[in-house]
């Protein structure tokens, strides 16, 4: 199996090709090791129980994955789509990779821990007066992982291995990069649900 | 006429597939559907008939789409290798840790065997699911 984290020689589209070449890794190696702390940090929260530490996760992670969905989708996404061709794909070669590995990370953190957290307060009972809060927030997130999940990280990898092509098409990367933008927005819209449903539950 | 506006809506340079997309994302709803009832219910006991129906119908419909994705011809399988062999890698990961939690949560018995048999669909639709995505526009390699 090769590596999909191997460098590579990337070429501009027909538009860009007075951009230099530039060398860029699919998946950023270098953050690898981040990912692996927040993992095994988040099973040790759970393992143990800690209530300080499964809140710290579930509410890092949860601010941070609706902060980000809401700022692509409705900040950067527009800015994209006014930018040129080669300014986008200058762009996506840079954005595209971390996000591959900030994401998964981050809703990992979020759900692995939010649903730790509720157990722990007693709020997956059916008796519990949250409890028909949380069954919303798990069809909330249920619609927003299919969607993260079937169209934007595909249209995410995609728009990678498009890019590392030696002429890439400047046709296909837009389509996929307003999959991915657009896909974002919706997803960051349903985070204000879920905000929404949070809050409710935290304040009892 | 239909083919011929579908074909128009391609960006120059793809071409029309069966819909192994679209199958993924029905498997991956049907499991997260029965997620949801599963948790739900949780940490009572839950009825397994839904369950169980959504599982063998996520099961069906990855078989079928297994099919699909074998039947196409001009691919280019090396690259549809490559990314579903590290997805699954890391989504074998993400499984494992989540059957960790159900083991955790003393799950046991047939609901166990039922979420563990959920988590194994997932673990295998989203690789299958992603290499399609990104095998589909490559060139196809010399042995398809």
């Known amino acids: 199996m090769a590596s999909i984290a191997e460098p590579v020689q990337v070429q501009a589209p027909p538009a860009a090709r007075a951009q230099p070449l530039r060398d860029f890794q699919i998946v950023p190696l270098a953050g690898l090791p981040i990912v692996a702390v927040v993992i095994v940090g988040m099973i040790v929260a759970i393992a143990t129980n800690s209530l300080w530490a499964l809140d710290f996760y579930h509410i890092v992670g949860g601010g941070l994955w609706t902060g980000i969905d809401l700022f692509l989708g409705l900040v950067l996404g527009p800015i994209m789509g006014s930018m040129s061709i080669p ?3 200058e762009f996506s070669t840079r954005l595209m990779p971390k996000m591959l590995l900030i994401m998964p990370t981050l809703v990992t953190m979020t759900l692995g821990a939010g649903f730790q957290l509720a157990r722990s307060l007693g709020n997956l ?29 595909p249209a ?11 002429q890439p098409n400047g046709a296909r990367i837009e389509r996929l990069m307003k999959v991915f933008i657009y896909t974002a927005g919706i997803t960051g819209l349903m985070q204000v649900a879920t905000l929404v449903i949070m809050t409710h539950i935290a304040a009892g | 006429m239909e083919a011929h506006q579908a074909q128009a809506q391609l960006v120059p340079g793809d071409r029309e597939l069966p819909p192994v997309q679209q199958i993924s994302i029905a498997v991956l709803a049907l499991i997260v559907i029965g997620g949801i009832y599963t948790a739900s219910h949780l940490p009572r006991h839950v009825p397994q008939g839904p369950t169980i129906a959504l599982l063998i119908a996520a099961v069906l419909l990855l078989a079928a789409n297994g099919v699909l994705l074998s039947r196409i011809e001009q691919f280019n399988w ?9 997805v699954l890698l890391a989504y074998a990961v993400i499984a494992g ?33 992603l290499g399609f995505s990104v095998a589909r526009f490559q060139a196809p390699d010399a042995s398809s």
Do not use: C
């Open chain 1, 156 to 166: 995410n990898i995609a728009v990678l291995f498009e890019l590392r092509k030696p």
């Open chain 2, 97 to 129: 840790m989540l059957e960790y939690v159900f083991i955790y949560d003393h799950t046991r018995g047939t609901q166990l065997l039922i979420l563990t048999l959920m988590l194994a669909v997932f673990a295998v639709n989203i690789p299958l699911l």
């Open chain 2, 78 to 86: 090396r690259v549809f290798r490559q990314v579903a062999g590290w």
């Open chain 1, 87 to 89: 300014a986008r794909v």
């Open chain 1, 125 to 153: 009972s059916a008796n519990s007066p949250q409890h028909s809060w949380l069954v919303a927030s798990y069809i909330v997130v249920g619609v927003m992982a299919t969607i993260a999940i079937g169209l934007l990280e």
